[in-house]
């Protein structure tokens, strides 16, 4: 079988700890070119490659290579839209991380290149390709609970980096912190609801770190089905043995989660009614139970994930089919932390369609 032939733009600290790792996992796989303004990142990304990669000057030269078949974009977020939509129009398969762009003009842009392309694109939320959600959706949505009914997220840890040149703490570059890290969060809640997000009320400030970035926050997303979700989002929590937690409680039983611990506890009525799913992560990525530090534990964690994610996107190439983590998928998780930060702005509720 032919090998996928990556270009990688963005080499910064997700590709060097988490893409570059798992693809050098694949034997079909070839990481052709790479391209970072600062060469010394390409230089280190080039050194985890099996096979040494092209370092290119520009993102354009990556477009124009014919031995590049699909494009890993991995920049800053301010440079999703743009890169995306360039390597879209230039025949390129677009795996690009989170979020789908910074403001909600440009996802609308990206989507309607993504919609109108005849190649994948895919968005790097990488937590749908996990076996841990995937089991949860699947309990969610089997009926075992009957119909979800409501949902509640937490998320409580530690402050963010500040990115390559504080891109992250600078509200224009990143699109702010609820876009930056939570579309993560909003993005299993809108799957796991199984229905639509149409309108958002929070209420957040910045009360404790110094980065000046929105640090605790509570915001309640309405779906159209009537379900409703609630994430609770704090950046200065320390060590807490969980990073996510996620409840959802259907008509008839509920689903408790530990990420972390990788366990999924099911409740019915009654105290016997209780099973208890453990969902391990693949033990080739590292020994969880070995690491004490949480941001440890969550790397190896976050390599599973991505490893998963690549290995969809290459199957989708090869298959020409939709990607899981489509279009529509990053919009959805793109527009409810922008109305979410909206609303903590105006301290009204915000409709998805207002923006
Ligand atoms: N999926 C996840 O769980 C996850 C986790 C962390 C980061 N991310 C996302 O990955 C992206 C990168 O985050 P990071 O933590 O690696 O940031 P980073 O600042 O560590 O790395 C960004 C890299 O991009 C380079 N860069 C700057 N301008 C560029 C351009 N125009 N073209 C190409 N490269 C450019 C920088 O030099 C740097 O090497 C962000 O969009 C972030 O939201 C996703």
Known sequence: MDPIRYGVSGVGAIALRSHMPALNMMDDVRIVALYNPSKENAEKGAALCQRRPDIVERYEDLLTRPDVDCILIAGPNFVHKQQTVAALGAGKHVLCEKPMAASREDALAVYDAARGARTIYQIGLEMRYSNFYTKMAEIAHGGQIGRP?????????????????????????????????????????????????VRVFASGGNDVNADGMLDNAFITVEYSSGVRACLGYCKFSPYGNDIIELTVIGEKGKLDSSASNHVICQWGADRADRIVYNVAMDPSFGDLERESSQKERWILWERSMVYRQHRAFIQSIREGKRPFADADVALQSTLVPLAAMRSIETGDPVSLEQG
């Open 149 to 197: 009914r409501m949902l509640l997220c937490k998320e409580f840890r530690w402050p963010f980096t500040s990115g390559s040149r504080g891109w992250r703490f600078d509200v224009r570059r990143s699109g702010g912190a609820l876009l930056e890290m939570n579309c993560h969060h909003f993005d299993l809640l809108n799957w796991l609801s199984g229905s639509r997000p």
